[in-house]
């Protein structure tokens, strides 16, 4: 019987200590979203715009108060023997087009990308939360290497 006891505080001791280290281990991990994007991605939105093309996707961006930018774009849409290659953010409103702030890198092959941009300067962060910044997302493909859909993330 003491046997048990005493084995089952061990047991007990153990399983609180691992819990918190755990915690402590994961805690590091959660960080607050400053700025969150979830729009749509249009052809119809590129400039100029794209003749005979209707590809059509959902963009997915936020922006960590730890400078990190989290992406997701799927271009479901996308013409039969196309893929994607490539995106990016760049400065300008909805009628023009204007330089490269960030590269949103591409799966070559695929109509679906995501990533993580980790250790950004804060003087871009700045500008990816400031809404008086014009920008957008465009998105590139085999058939489009300028440009097969575009969100505008200004407001």
């Given at each position: 019987?003491k046997?048990?006891?005493?084995l089952?505080?061990i047991?007990?001791s153990?399983?609180v200590?691992s819990c918190?280290?755990?915690n402590?281990?994961?805690?590091n991990?959660e960080?607050?979203?400053i700025?969150e994007?979830?729009?749509?991605?249009s052809s119809a939105?590129?400039?100029?715009?794209?003749?005979?093309r209707?590809?059509?996707?959902?963009?997915?961006?936020?922006v960590?108060?730890?400078?990190t930018?989290?992406?997701q774009?799927?271009?479901t849409?996308l013409?039969?023997?196309d893929?994607i290659?490539?995106?990016?953010?760049?400065?300008?409103?909805?009628a023009?087009?204007g330089?490269?702030?960030?590269?949103l890198?591409?799966?070559?092959?695929?109509?679906?990308?995501?990533g993580?941009?980790?250790?950004?300067r804060?003087?871009?962060?700045?500008s990816?939360?400031?809404?008086n910044v014009?920008k957008?997302?465009?998105?590139?493909?085999?058939?489009?290497?300028?440009?097969?859909?575009r969100?505008?993330?200004?407001p």
């Amino acid at each position: 019987m003491k046997t048990s006891v005493v084995l089952s505080v061990i047991v007990s001791s153990l399983l609180v200590i691992s819990c918190n280290k755990r915690n402590e281990d994961y805690s590091n991990l959660e960080h607050e979203v400053i700025k969150e994007w979830r729009m749509p991605m249009s052809s119809a939105f590129v400039v100029p715009t794209l003749q005979g093309r209707s590809d059509s996707g959902e963009l997915i961006l936020q922006v960590r108060d730890d400078r990190t930018v989290i992406y997701q774009y799927n271009i479901t849409q996308l013409a039969t023997n196309d893929y994607i290659h490539g995106g990016g953010i760049y400065a300008g409103d909805p009628a023009s087009n204007g330089p490269l702030m960030l590269d949103l890198r591409g799966r070559e092959g695929t109509r679906y990308s995501s990533g993580i941009l980790t250790n950004l300067r804060q003087s871009l962060i700045d500008s990816l939360i400031n809404d008086n910044v014009k920008k957008y997302v465009q998105v590139f493909s085999k058939d489009y290497p300028s440009g097969v859909a575009r969100a505008n993330i200004t407001p």
